[in-house]
């Protein structure tokens, strides 16, 4: 097993705030951190030691920044599999080639998941307009059109009430492959959020509860409002995953919870995920730190958590009318602040987020509730 050391060079694949995250937890430990984008102002690149510029495509770029790293990660999982190669032959590349072709593909993901005998809501492949109409019928109905490939948020998705509806959603996601899955009437959304070290080590940050505002992650309680069997079983789920891809860094399990108890796994994220990002606060090490101690080929750190917590995104809504009350916010001296450095806030925008700890995840959800209330509500209109 390789050591990365402290002092040595880790880069990331992306621009975001993923990677800005993890970045700064890679120089809080000393390491030089280099980030491979189309530009040098994301949210990533301005924490950078360096940023080397170019297309994901463009594999001479992207062998230059490989060979000026000691080991590359991701902070998104649509990376073209000739450029994860490109990088694996000049340096070490985590979680490798192989999960990333699982995960960035929504029928692969489901087929490896269904092969490790887990579980997930029944589906079917669609090529077609026509087969869209036979899986339909055949998988059951109400069901949801996905894209196979390079959906997020919500984003590449279609519902299908009956069976009129299969064809028209199968064209409207533009004709190209799909998945149909069973519609699945979920009590919850949930996640775990784990890491898988060099040496096989598993750590998990326990079951967070997910709710979103237009597909997009809204809101995250830790821990889950589940029985106690329900989040070893979900831990279960997540530790069988990790094993069963061999992955080496973090991975995020997003998985629905039904009425009955039973847990059903809806997508793979193979990097620290949105839910996680209460980590920072709520746990002793974070999702970041984690993800850079497992590429690196450091033990793990600790998941043990500090406190209750809540995570609110801030998007790009909340500045239509001007900068936010960000003083208001933090009149509450348990919540903490992240914004990312995005300039040019857009309605449904990532631009940051709020935790709050707290004793219970209930009293954490309606601390950092009100925060994010009072950034653009004056505070006598809230209390
Ligand atoms: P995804 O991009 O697969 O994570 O889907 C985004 C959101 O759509 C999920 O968080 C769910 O709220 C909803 N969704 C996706 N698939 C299903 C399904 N099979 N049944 C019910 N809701 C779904």
Same mark, same amino acid.
């Given at each position: 097993?390789? *050591? ?9 694949? !992306? ?7 993890? !970045?700064?937890? %890679? ?59 490109? &990088? ?27 092969? %490790?005998?887990?579980?997930? %809501? ?6 077609? &307009? ?11 109905? =109400? ?7 390079? @959906? ?15 064809? =028209? ?5 533009? @004709? ?23 040496? @096989?080590?598993? /750590?998990?940050?326990? *079951? ?15 821990? &889950? ?37 039973? *847990? ?40 043990? =958590?500090?406190?209750?917590? /809540?995570? /609110? ?6 500045? /239509? ?11 509450? =001296? ?17 631009? @940051?987020?709020?935790?709050?700890? &707290? ?12 925060a994010r209330e009072s950034l653009v509500l004056p505070l006598s209109e809230i209390e």
């Amino acid at each position: 097993m390789t *050591l990365i050391a402290p002092g040595r060079s880790v880069g990331v694949l !992306g621009n975001g705030q993923l990677g800005r995250m993890f !970045g700064l937890a %890679a120089r809080t430990m000393g390491y030089r951190f280099v980030v491979y984008g189309p530009d040098a102002k994301g949210p990533a690149s301005q924490i950078a030691d360096q940023t080397i510029i170019g297309a994901y495509e463009d594999l001479d770029r992207v062998r230059e920044f490989a060979g000026c790293v000691d080991v590359l990660s991701f902070e998104f999982e649509n990376v073209p599999a000739a450029t994860a190669a490109a &990088a694996e032959a000049l340096t070490r590349v985590r979680p490798g080639p192989r999960v990333l072709h699982t995960c960035q593909h929504r029928l692969r993901e489901k087929t490896h998941l269904l092969s %490790a005998s887990l579980p997930v %809501a029944a589906f079917g492949a669609v090529q077609s &307009a026509v087969e869209a109409e036979s899986v339909a019928e055949r998988v059951g109905m =109400p069901g949801v059109l996905k894209t196979a490939a390079s @959906g997020y948020d919500g984003k590449g998705q279609a519902k299908v009430l009956q069976l009129e509806d299969a064809a =028209p959603a199968f064209e409207s996601l533009g @004709g190209v492959e799909c998945i149909y899955e069973r519609f699945i009437e979920f009590e919850r959304e949930v996640s775990v959020v784990a890491a898988r070290g060099e040496d @096989g080590r598993f /750590a998990h940050y326990g *079951l967070f509860e997910n709710s979103h505002q237009n597909h997009i992650l809204d809101l995250t309680r830790s821990p &889950a409002r589940v029985s106690s069997a329900t989040a070893r079983r979900a831990e279960e789920i997540t530790r069988v995953v990790l094993e069963s891809l061999e992955v080496v860094g973090v991975l995020c399990v997003e998985m629905f919870l039904t009425g009955d108890g039973e *847990l059903l796994v809806n997508e793979l994220a193979p990097r620290p995920h949105n839910s996680g990002h209460l980590s920072i606060e709520a746990h002793e090490t974070s999702q970041f730190e984690q993800q850079l101690r497992a590429v690196a080929g450091l033990p793990l750190g600790s998941t043990a =958590p500090r406190a209750a917590a /809540a995570m /609110a995104n801030l998007l790009g809504d909340l500045w /239509a009318n001007g900068s936010p009350r960000f003083a208001d916010a933090l009149r509450e =001296p348990a919540v903490h602040l992240h914004l990312y450095g995005k300039t040019g806030p857009k309605p449904g925008r990532k631009m @940051g987020h709020l935790t709050a700890l &707290a004793s219970t995840p209930d009293e954490a959800a309606e601390k950092v509730l009100k925060a994010r209330e009072s950034l653009v509500l004056p505070l006598s209109e809230i209390e």
